[in-house]
Nanobody, 132 residues
Framework: QVQVVESGGGSVQTGGSLKLSCALQGGISTTSQYCMGWFRQAPGKEREGVAAIYTDAETTYYADSVRGRFTVSRDRAKNTLYLQLNNLLPEDTAMYYC???????????????????????RGQGTQVTVSS
């Protein structure tokens, strides 16, 4: 069974930065098997796919709301996914979830899954709070 351990959330002021980490445990290799992504959900709002990184570990996707400020990456050796959050805004306040989107899938399919809010597995989330 896959275990997803997220960390790195916290409270910052507008313009601040955070780096979220997502460590996969349980024998699942993120790099070769799964297209991975990050979702976020604020109270009263729908889940939003903010970033995805495809199985080639080079092709990435970002939501318009975060493009240019967030960077998704993965460390093959550590089996860990990251999300660097820069120039944070109050509207970025949400619970952030790491998720396995699909295994052995095409980039297009992964993109569609990232937009749907669906996932094969995901973590418990890490809270990001940005104050003005």
């Amino acid at each position: 069974q896959v275990q997803v351990v997220e960390s790195g959330g916290g409270s910052v002021q507008t313009g601040g930065s955070l780096k979220l980490s997502c460590a996969l445990q349980g024998g699942i290799s993120t790099t070769s098997q799964y297209c991975m992504g990050w979702f976020r959900q604020a109270p009263g709002k729908e889940r939003e796919g903010v970033a995805a990184i495809y199985t080639d570990a080079e092709t990435t996707y970002y939501a318009d709301s975060v493009r240019g400020r967030f960077t998704v990456s993965r460390d093959r050796a550590k089996n860990t996914l990251y999300l660097q959050l820069n120039n944070l805004l109050p509207e970025d306040t949400a619970m952030y979830y790491c998720a396995g989107l699909c295994a052995g899938c095409t980039d297009d399919y992964c993109f569609n899954v990232s937009q749907s809010g669906r996932s094969v597995f995901r973590g418990q989330g890490t809270q990001v709070t940005v104050s003005s």
